[in-house]
């Protein structure tokens, strides 16, 4: 059987198109894309996708089949919304009734993390959602560690990424690690 | 020093031209083998026609490599981001180098193939072992290292696979921006060089004039094109009125295989060829049957019902030893695999019971699971095969660079793209001695005609 029909996925993934849309974002492939991978993190693994570097930062080939998978049950459909525009992927009427009434455990475990990563990247575009997700994946891997590694890096992978927008791209990370890391802590740990 | 040019006829294009490391590589045992691995399987019980073998899809899939590189590598098609994106692309020695590494690549993109490909190696091959980690072993096996290390300039193995496999089968390996662009000439779902020459030939051999194409204009059109832009927070008003968005930024990003727009036109005949062909040849219901009895003789015969994962075996093992296998088998009751070996040499194959519609496997997939047990509890597991397939690939979306010199993405400028037919197959095959009481249960107990 098809491991991207595993619906808990798909419902989850539908969960963040949703959100992403809610918060004003343009919703492209890309960007579900990286936004997963943030969740991914987030979630310490918990969505249970699997990532390398490649297009355009962190990139899942189990998520792009898996929408590809939403695509062909007609779930989502990519819509044209603008000629000077990549497609939006859109949810149908009934997708979440069918996906996230019947499957949506995984989405409810996730809500957390897809309500802030959709937030958080709310107002971004392709190069905006590459150069933020790259500095995650340099930052979450060891022994790459502190700014300057970290944007050397970005630089070395993605030469066409500027030193500022690398630079600006970690700060940005760390900014959202340290909020996520902050609300995510049980309620006592803060008071404490 | 230049290396003098073999031509070998092909009846897809014409001619497929090699040079002498390159026939020093078709020359060797493992590329030899796919001279007898038949490249769809057991179709040719169908479609009496396609007897053709991975050897000459791989050779072909050698020349339209080498076409794309160069269609996209030439200086005056590179535009600003392409330079950016891959600084190296105008080097001369970078470009021999990695044309070469390429079109070796292409050829040795299917060694890893089991007997009749496809057909059987998800169930066959032990976890975490696929066809393409098959590849990567030959391509790293001694036999393979000595002929690279002959080869002018020296090939390394490591660049073969990554170019063979691409980023998702090599996920070890750490990839740089123009090694991923070079994998995704020969594995790209949309507009990758392995796909244009498989549904070209084997719609040729089956005799189907559904997987033609003008592959010619659209090999003559491929760049290297950055993704369209997507605009920044919309407000709620913009999204529901679909109003003044504003001018798409021009940041810098990452480009990726596309087309000229002069090409679109082209890449929509593939992508309606892929459509026919999956529809028509490769989920043809006798087809799957036949791809259904091969697994279960395979089960029964090989050691541990497992295919072998060592080079060694894997090369030793062909359709032909599995055919005789067959054949022996099907006329000794007491063989392994006996019972299929039987169905499929005297045509006593599954036939379809029933045929589930795209609607039903969207919104009611657990029906279709229970109707199958169900008939499993009444007829027997081993009487019966439920077939799924839903297409996870989204072949149709690609950059395309337009006159004007900015990019779109392909769905927005085609609407034939747009509206891609979606596949997705899920059917239930039976012992044809049992279809008939199947077909009154099916009516009886779950109100299906089938």
């Given at each position: 059987?098809?491991?991207?029909?595993a619906?808990?996925?798909?419902?989850?993934?539908?969960?963040?198109?949703?959100?992403l849309?809610?918060?004003?974002?343009?919703c492209?492939?890309?960007?579900?894309?990286?936004?997963?991978?943030?969740?991914?993190?987030?979630?310490?693994?918990?969505?249970?996708?699997?990532?390398?570097?490649?297009?355009?930062?962190?990139?899942?080939?189990?998520?792009?089949?898996?929408?590809?998978?939403?695509?062909?049950?007609?779930?989502?459909?990519?819509?044209?919304s603008?000629?000077?525009?990549?497609?939006?992927?859109?949810?149908?009427?009934?997708?979440?009734?069918?996906l996230?009434?019947?499957?949506?455990?995984?989405?409810?475990?996730?809500?957390?993390?897809?309500?802030?990563?959709?937030?958080?990247?709310?107002?971004?575009?392709?190069?905006?959602?590459?150069?933020?997700?790259?500095?995650?994946?340099?930052?979450?891997?060891?022994?790459?560690?502190?700014?300057?590694?970290?944007?050397?890096?970005?630089?070395?992978?993605?030469?066409?990424?500027?030193?500022?927008?690398?630079?600006?791209?970690?700060?940005?990370?760390?900014?959202?690690?340290?909020?996520w890391?902050?609300?995510?802590?049980?309620?006592?740990?803060?008071?404490? | 020093?230049?290396?003098?040019?073999?031509?070998?006829?092909?009846?897809?294009?014409?001619f497929?031209?090699?040079?002498?490391?390159?026939?020093?590589?078709?020359?060797?045992?493992?590329?030899?083998?796919?001279?007898?691995?038949?490249q769809?399987?057991?179709?040719?019980?169908?479609?009496?026609?396609?007897?053709?073998?991975?050897?000459?899809?791989?050779?072909?899939?050698m020349?339209?490599?080498?076409?794309?590189?160069?269609?996209?590598?030439?200086?005056?098609?590179?535009?600003?981001?392409?330079?950016?994106?891959?600084?190296?692309?105008?080097?001369?020695?970078?470009?021999?180098?990695?044309?070469?590494?390429?079109?070796?690549?292409?050829?040795?993109?299917d060694?890893?193939?089991?007997?009749?490909?496809?057909?059987?190696?998800?169930?066959?091959?032990?976890?975490?072992?696929?066809h393409?980690?098959?590849?990567?072993?030959?391509?790293?096996?001694?036999?393979?290292?000595?002929?690279?290390?002959?080869?002018?300039?020296?090939?390394?193995?490591?660049?073969?696979?990554?170019?063979?496999?691409?980023?998702?089968?090599?996920?070890?390996?750490?990839?740089?921006?123009?090694?991923?662009?070079?994998?995704?000439?020969?594995?790209?779902?949309?507009?990758?060089?392995?796909?244009?020459?498989?549904?070209?030939?084997?719609?040729?051999?089956?005799?189907?004039?559904?997987?033609?194409?003008?592959?010619?204009?659209?090999?003559?059109?491929?760049?290297?094109?950055?993704?369209?832009?997507?605009?920044?927070?919309?407000?709620?008003?913009?999204?529901?009125?679909?109003?003044?968005?504003?001018?798409?930024?021009?940041?810098?990003?990452?480009?990726?295989?596309?087309?000229?727009?002069?090409?679109?036109?082209?890449?929509?005949?593939?992508?309606?060829?892929r459509?026919?062909?999956?529809?028509?040849?490769?989920?043809?219901?006798?087809?799957?049957?036949?791809?259904?009895?091969?697994?279960?003789?395979?089960?029964?015969?090989?050691?541990?019902?497992?295919?072998?994962?060592g080079?060694?075996?894997?090369?030793?093992?062909?359709?032909?030893?599995?055919?005789?296998?067959?054949?022996?088998?099907?006329?000794?009751?007491?063989?392994?695999?006996?019972?299929?070996?039987?169905?499929?040499?005297?045509?006593?194959?599954?036939?379809?019971?029933?045929?589930?519609?795209p609607?039903?496997?969207?919104?009611?997939?657990?029906?279709?699971?229970?109707?199958?047990?169900?008939?499993?509890?009444?007829?027997?597991?081993?009487?019966?095969?439920?077939?799924?397939?839903?297409?996870?690939?989204?072949?149709?979306?690609?950059?395309?660079?337009?006159?004007?010199?900015?990019?779109e993405?392909?769905?927005?400028?085609?609407?034939?793209?747009?509206?891609?037919?979606?596949?997705?197959?899920?059917?239930?095959?039976?012992?044809?001695?049992?279809?008939?009481?199947?077909?009154?249960?099916?009516?009886?107990?779950?109100?299906?005609?089938?």
């Open positions: 059987m098809n491991t991207t029909l619906f808990d996925k798909q419902a989850a993934i539908l969960r963040l198109i949703l959100q849309r809610e918060n004003g974002n343009w492209g492939k890309t960007v579900v894309q990286k936004a997963a991978y943030f969740v991914e993190i987030l979630s310490g693994h918990r969505f249970g996708f699997d990532f390398v570097l490649y297009k355009h930062g962190p990139y899942s080939f189990d998520l792009a089949d898996t929408m590809g998978v939403m695509n062909s049950l007609e779930y989502i459909k990519f819509e044209v603008h000629p000077q525009y990549g497609p939006r992927i859109k949810p149908l009427d009934d997708a979440p009734d069918i996230l009434k019947k499957y949506g455990g995984l989405a409810e475990q996730l809500e957390r993390e897809i309500n802030f990563v959709a937030n958080k990247l709310a107002d971004c575009g392709i190069a905006a959602v590459e150069r933020l997700s790259t500095a995650l994946f340099f930052t979450r891997q060891e022994p790459i560690q502190g700014t300057e590694s970290r944007i050397l890096k970005i630089r070395e992978v993605k030469p066409h990424i500027s030193e500022v927008d690398a630079a600006n791209a970690v700060a940005q990370v760390d900014k959202i690690l340290e909020e890391s902050a609300i995510s802590q049980p309620k006592e740990h803060q008071a404490a | 020093m230049k290396q003098h040019i073999k031509e070998i006829r092909d009846p897809i294009h014409n497929i031209h090699v040079d002498g490391d390159e026939m020093m590589l078709i020359n060797s045992r493992p590329f030899q083998r796919l001279r007898h691995i038949h769809l399987a057991m179709s040719y019980l169908v479609y009496p026609g396609a007897t053709h073998k991975r050897f000459e899809h791989s050779l072909g899939v020349e339209l490599a080498g076409k794309a590189f160069d269609a996209i590598s030439q200086d005056d098609h590179l535009d600003e981001s392409a330079r950016s994106a891959f600084p190296n692309i105008t080097n001369p020695q970078w470009k021999m180098y990695w044309r070469k590494v390429l079109r070796l690549a292409a050829l040795c993109h060694m890893g193939h089991p007997p009749f490909s496809h057909a059987a190696e998800k169930e066959l091959f032990p976890t975490g072992i696929s393409e980690s098959l590849t990567r072993r030959i391509i790293e096996s001694d036999e393979m290292l000595d002929l690279f290390k002959r080869m002018v300039p020296r090939v390394q193995p490591v660049d073969v696979v990554k170019l063979a496999l691409g980023r998702k089968e090599a996920k070890d390996l750490v990839f740089s921006e123009e090694e991923n662009l070079l994998a995704e000439i020969i594995t790209g779902d949309s507009l990758g060089v392995d796909r244009m020459d498989y549904l070209l030939r084997d719609a040729y051999h089956a005799g189907v004039a559904y997987g033609k194409f003008d592959h010619f204009r659209l090999l003559e059109t491929l760049r290297i094109v950055p993704p369209p832009s997507e605009p920044e927070i919309l407000s709620k008003v913009q999204h529901e009125l679909k109003l003044n968005l504003p001018e798409p930024p021009c940041e810098p990003s990452e480009p990726s295989l596309g087309l000229l727009i002069g090409g679109i036109h082209s890449s929509e005949a593939l992508l309606l060829a459509y026919f062909m999956y529809a028509q040849v490769y989920f043809h219901r006798v087809r799957i049957a036949y791809n259904h009895h091969l697994k279960c003789f395979l089960k029964d015969w090989l050691p541990g019902g497992l295919l072998p994962t080079v060694e075996d894997h090369l030793r093992l062909t359709d032909n030893e599995v055919h005789t296998a067959m054949r022996e088998s099907a006329g000794n009751k007491d063989a392994p695999g006996h019972i299929h070996a039987k169905r499929i040499l005297s045509r006593e194959h599954f036939k379809r019971l029933v045929d589930f519609s609607a039903t496997i969207r919104s009611e997939s657990d029906r279709i699971e229970d109707i199958y047990e169900s008939l499993k509890q009444e007829f027997g597991e081993d009487n019966l095969w439920l077939h799924k397939f839903i297409d996870p690939k989204d072949p149709q979306q690609f950059p395309v660079r337009l006159k004007n010199g900015r990019s993405s392909s769905v927005v400028h085609s609407p034939v793209l747009r509206s891609y037919p979606k596949l997705a197959f899920a059917f239930i095959l039976i012992n044809p001695d049992h279809r008939e009481r199947a077909s009154r249960f099916l009516k009886e107990r779950h109100d299906i005609t089938p």
